[in-house]
């Protein structure tokens, strides 16, 4: 399959890649970057591994980490990686969600399971056929979101931005976080629900109510 312009291998243990974040990658994250360089970029739940994979190629300079629940999705990264030659670059880490060692990234993407457990049935049958682990998150979809929402602070470096793909259910998310400041992204060649936050507006949700949530 191709994503970003770049072929990768995909079986069964991984979710085949169809994001509209490839179509940011091959903007180089603009306008939202500015002159941002990103040294250090997080990738959660990267399955395949193309989004870090083409995140990768697109900025020579960073250094990458990958995560995923699924030691056999981290299988089929590997293979990813090992074409691209990106063995020095891209760490792939065994994780439920965020790396266990910390660190600070300048940008953190994922496009998480958020399909809500009722729906699941009514997906075209070929999500059927890609792990349930990679698309359900819960009754209302949101169990990794809200996750990721409570923890990316600590994760951000100081300029840092957060990039969320959650899909149809972007109005739930919307109004479930109407107190952080979500900017919903728009695509040339069609996809939706793709927000982003920075670490600072993070931070100011976080001073207001105590936890971001």
Not at 11 to 24: G, I, K, M, N, T
Not at 71 to 84: C, G, H, K, S
Request: contains cysteine; negative net charge; proline residues 7%.
């Amino acid at each position: 399959m191709w994503f970003a312009g770049h072929e990768f291998f995909v079986d069964e243990r991984v979710l085949v890649p169809r994001s509209p974040l490839a179509e940011l990658i091959l903007d180089d994250f603009q306008p939202w970057r500015g002159d941002q360089e990103f040294g250090r970029v997080l990738d959660i739940g990267t399955g395949s591994g193309c989004i870090a994979i083409a995140t990768a190629l697109a900025f020579p300079q960073a250094k990458i980490d990958a995560t995923d629940l699924s030691p056999a999705a981290l299988e089929v990264a590997a293979i990813n990686r090992r074409r691209y030659s990106l063995d020095d670059r891209l760490r792939l880490i065994e994780a439920d969600l965020f790396p266990p060692q910390g660190g600070h990234y300048d940008l953190i993407v994922s496009n998480p399971p958020y399909v809500p457990r009722a729906r699941m049935s009514t997906l075209p049958a070929e999500y059927l056929a890609e792990p349930p682990t990679g698309l359900v998150a819960g009754d209302d979809g949101m169990a990794c979101v809200r996750r990721i929402f409570a923890q990316a602070a600590e994760f951000l470096s100081p300029a840092g931005m957060l990039i969320i793909e959650v899909g149809e259910i972007w109005p739930e998310i919307s109004a479930a976080y109407a107190h952080l400041d979500l900017t919903w992204l728009d695509f040339r060649y069609g996809g939706e629900g793709v927000l982003l936050i920075t670490r600072e507006a993070l931070e100011r949700a976080q001073d207001s109510d105590g936890n971001g949530d």
